[in-house]
């Protein structure tokens, strides 16, 4: 449930063979980082990238986002040596690559609980973020979404399923529609997060702009980002406008008197205040809060408040 | 325990180093930075608790250094002693 | 050896000068007239025009242990220092000083002529190799590092006589009437060569571009100068002006730009009649970017932008951000053309810029200056001068005088740079003196001075990551380990002098 209202507008690609960029992570103001031993890490610096990266997190310690780690598809050789490595320096998850099946998410499911039981890390620690970014991936998306408790999100790939596809990516983007219409339609049915593919052009700032206004339309929440400086640009779209901020609020005291009342139902302006419209008001709240529109102890964004009694 | 090979880790980058290892009868670690006048002393010290971690009492090593902070400098020196194949006697981190 | 008020040795005297250790930014006064210039007459008819520089050295008369002085607004393409070092060694004029607006790596030519006993002292400071090698103890030369506004107050109030000054004049006519806008060595505002044209006991006006009288526009006027020569060539042009300047693209500079231009705003400076000063650095253009955006949400219009111009800067004029730009020197080829196009882009001598000691200096009148750092320490000293090998290897530029004149001093620098530390427990060098720097912005967090608790205050109240200085410090020697210091000897090879004319440290040369 935790997870569901998890800020996740940006997930930012960080080459894990790069100690430059590795040590900068802590300056990085994205919601999460993605230390990468995939696509940005040669095959004959596979073993470098993980000893870094590793040697890298176990001094991380104050931590100031959320951590995940690409490895390589599970399909490589180099996988189960990567989360040998990694695993003990605790990220907090694992972006999948190719999850184009649920056989695969759940084979990684059962590496990390084999870890977790042997490590005495709590059962369910390591998070999984799928890379849905395959023709055949798309077509199987939803059963790859129910796959493991541990997914929190689905992060659709646009490049490879480009590749896939054997199209041109587009900046228009209209060769993607369905593909992450289908993205977010697993998503949202299994109650996970959907995040949107990387937007490769740096210095283009408004055709990422763009592009981040066309997902969020759709019903992405964030997007993976390959440069820190497309940040501030995507978290800037995902900033909530002010009569979404003050319906939200209005939608939080309507419900916190319903809690009062001992009632999980309530209308307001006319129209029934439930469950999803609670969520959906503390998500953007969450999110108003982050970003200094909304004063911190102005609202109650407890769990036991956005879900009732727990 | 011994370096049984030639190997290096590393990049060129900068806030990297590399690192060259190869069999020798005795332990010599000749070490190169851009931060040497300042760091010398105590990139040498990392370089040592990091072959004593790992067993390592012979063997010449070869740094060159471009202002990598310690975590870079525990990485490089395992990848390459690993790709020397040295048989790793411990796995703990250094303090 | 005394201890001025930062607790730097400052001996009694130093190659012969009394010296006045430093004891705080604001409460020196002059006590004394400005300094005296020959009075000439110039008849109808007479000629100023000279065949070469031979000639111009021997009219004005130029003898061993006099002092010269060049402007640097050529930078790095500078052709004039050497030609003329070495016309002066030809002719056999030894004990030369040099009091020059600065020095640059092309000026290492100069070599030779210091160790055969040419040049013997530099009343400035020194960029690059020349200032290496004196902080070596390979040269012999002693240094006096002079700020920009320091220097223009040091000849105003006679501290340091220039027996001649060359100025390099990208357009000159025979009269030496010149400006800087046009011609081959183009290069913008001459604003460093004001000071010299007026307190200069000679001057030579040195051009590659003569033109008929009268030179239109004139910046430095005929009525000052003595001589005028024409050589082939001031300068390299490709070096004396970037083509451009560019806003970074590292994410530690940008971050801290953010920053920096937040705490502008959280201080309640971007309103109208806002004025500004950064320099041409990646960084401080990217602080630029971001408070020219914050003008244009707010619909503010700033009075001026000040200092070294970049076309950034330009831009911003253009756009109506700004009323005006004070320039006393131009950075790039927009700069140069806007200069001479632009009435609202007024050239400014250094005197004018950042003497202490005048009638009122523009540095006063500035809201927010953003400057660099080689290293800040834990009292917000800043040092501009040596590196972390101990070297001297930087002029002061307007460091020390903008951080003294503007509402809000800010230093960008990033808390590490590679391995080295930015944040020292204490600087090598002290440039500018901690009582005039107000907040220090980092990528890992904004130290504000705690002679500003309401600065402090206001940070906070707008969720900016304010840190106290020490833990930074902590923060930064935890992650880079802490470097060995520098050894030194005690022989003092140059003067750290601050802009009113005391000594605010020393920098002695490095032990082998």
Request: glycine share 8%; with cysteine.
């Amino acid at each position: 449930m935790e997870s569901e209202l998890k800020l996740r507008r940006s997930l930012l690609y960080v080459p894990g063979n790069m100690p430059s960029m590795l040590q900068n992570v802590s300056i990085f103001d994205a919601d999460a980082v993605q230390l990468d031993l995939e696509d940005a890490v040669p095959l004959a610096e596979k073993d470098a990238a993980r000893i870094l990266v590793r040697k890298f997190l176990d001094g991380y310690t104050k931590r100031r986002q959320e951590v995940f780690v690409r490895i390589n598809g599970l399909d490589t050789s180099y996988a189960e040596d990567d989360l040998r490595e990694i695993l003990p320096a605790r990220p907090d998850g694992i972006r999948l690559p190719k999850a184009d099946t649920p056989e695969v998410v759940e084979h990684l499911d059962t590496l990390l609980t084999e870890f977790e039981e042997s490590h005495n890390v709590p059962l369910g620690h390591f998070k999984i973020i799928p890379s849905i970014e395959t023709a055949y991936a798309v077509l199987h998306v939803f059963d790859v979404a129910r796959a493991s408790d541990r997914i929190v999100a689905l992060a659709f790939g646009a490049e490879d399923y480009t590749a896939s596809m054997e199209i041109q990516r587009t900046k228009g983007g209209e060769e993607l529609f369905t593909a992450r219409n289908h993205v977010l339609w697993a998503a949202k049915a299994s109650g996970v997060q959907a995040i949107d593919s990387i937007f490769a052009d740096v210095d283009d700032v408004e055709g990422l702009r763009r592009e981040t206004e066309l997902v969020k339309k759709l019903g992405f929440i964030g997007k993976s980002l390959v440069n820190p400086r497309q940040i501030e640009i995507v978290h800037d779209i995902f900033r909530p406008q002010q009569d979404e901020i003050d319906y939200a609020l209005e939608v939080m005291e309507a419900i916190s008197r319903a809690r009062e009342l001992g009632t999980g139902v309530i209308s307001l302006r006319g129209r029934m205040v439930d469950a999803p419209v609670v969520k959906r008001a503390a998500r953007m709240l969450k999110t108003a809060v982050s970003m200094g529109l909304v004063a911190e102890d102005a609202v109650d964004l407890s769990d036991e408040m956005i879900h009732g009694v727990l | 325990m011994d370096i049984t090979r030639k190997a290096s880790a590393g990049t060129v980058q900068s806030s990297d180093l590399m690192v060259f290892v190869e069999p020798a009868s005795t332990l010599e670690v000749d070490i190169e930075s851009t931060v040497k006048q300042q760091f010398e002393g105590l990139i040498r010290e990392r370089v040592m608790a990091n072959l004593a971690r790992l067993g390592v009492s012979h063997g010449r090593l070869r740094i060159s250094d471009r202002g990598a902070l310690d975590y870079a400098i525990d990485a490089r020196i395992e990848t390459a002693l690993r790709r020397a194949a040295v048989k790793m006697e411990t796995s703990e981190v250094v303090p | 050896m005394v201890k001025n008020s930062l607790g730097r040795d400052i001996p009694e005297t130093w190659c012969g000068r009394a010296l006045e250790p430093y004891e705080d930014p604001f409460s020196r006064l002059p006590d004394l007239d400005r300094a005296p210039r020959r009075l000439k007459r110039h008849n109808p008819g007479d000629k100023k025009l000279l065949g070469s520089l031979r000639e111009a050295i021997e009219a004005v008369g130029l003898k061993d242990g006099m002092t010269i002085a060049t402007h640097h607004h050529l930078r790095n393409g500078d052709a004039l220092l050497n030609q003329v070092v070495s016309e002066i060694d030809a002719m056999g004029i030894r004990d030369i000083g040099i009091a020059s607006s600065s020095i640059h790596p092309v000026h290492a030519a100069l070599i030779p002529f210091i160790k055969k006993g040419t040049i013997t002292r530099f009343e400035c400071g020194v960029n690059g190799l020349i200032a290496e090698l004196v902080s070596k103890g390979q040269l012999k030369c002693p240094i006096t590092v002079r700020s920009h506004g320091g220097r223009a107050r040091s000849l105003v109030d006679g501290e340091v006589r220039v027996d001649v000054a060359f100025i390099a004049a990208p357009c000159c006519d025979p009269l030496g009437n010149m400006n800087g806008t046009e011609g081959p060595s183009a290069c913008g505002s001459l604003g460093y060569a004001f000071t010299d044209a007026e307190y200069a006991h000679a001057v030579v006006a040195v051009t590659d571009n003569l033109v008929p009288y009268p030179a239109m526009p004139t910046s430095i006027p005929q009525h000052l100068v003595d001589f005028v020569v024409q050589v082939e060539t001031l300068g390299d042009p490709s070096k004396i002006v970037s083509t451009t300047t560019r806003i970074t693209r590292d994410p530690a500079g940008l971050q801290i730009a953010r920053y920096a231009a937040d705490v502008i705003d959280a201080a309640g400076l971007i309103k109208d009649g806002f004025s500004f000063q950064t320099g041409a650095g990646g960084t401080s253009l990217a602080v630029a970017d971001n408070i020219k955006q914050k003008m244009a949400e707010k619909g503010v219009k700033g009075s001026f932008g000040c200092g070294g111009i970049t076309g950034y800067f330009v831009e911003m004029l253009e756009q109506g951000f700004f009323r005006s730009l004070l320039d006393v020197q131009c950075f790039d080829l927009a700069a140069v053309a806007s200069i001479g196009r632009n009435t609202a882009h007024q050239e400014i001598s250094a005197n004018l810029y950042a003497n202490p000691f005048n009638r009122g200096a523009v540095v006063n009148q500035l809201d927010c200056v953003i400057l660099g750092a080689t290293e800040v320490d834990v009292d917000f000293n800043v040092n501009v001068n040596t590196e972390s090998t101990g070297y001297l290897l930087h002029n002061t530029g307007g460091h020390c005088d903008t951080a003294a004149g503007a509402k809000l001093s800010v230093i960008v620098a990033p808390a590490l740079r590679g391995r080295l530390p930015i944040v020292r427990e204490r600087v090598t060098t002290v440039t500018t003196p901690g009582d005039t720097i107000d907040v220090i912005v980092t990528e890992r967090g904004i130290a504000v001075n705690p002679r500003r608790p309401g600065l402090a205050e206001q940070l906070r109240a707008a969720r900016l990551p304010v840190v106290d200085i020490h833990a930074l410090h902590a923060e930064v020697c935890g992650i880079t380990g802490t470097p060995r210091d520098v050894e030194f000897e005690d022989e003092i090879v140059a003067l750290i002098e601050y802009r009113d004319g005391t000594i605010i440290d020393t920098v002695r040369r490095v032990a082998r």
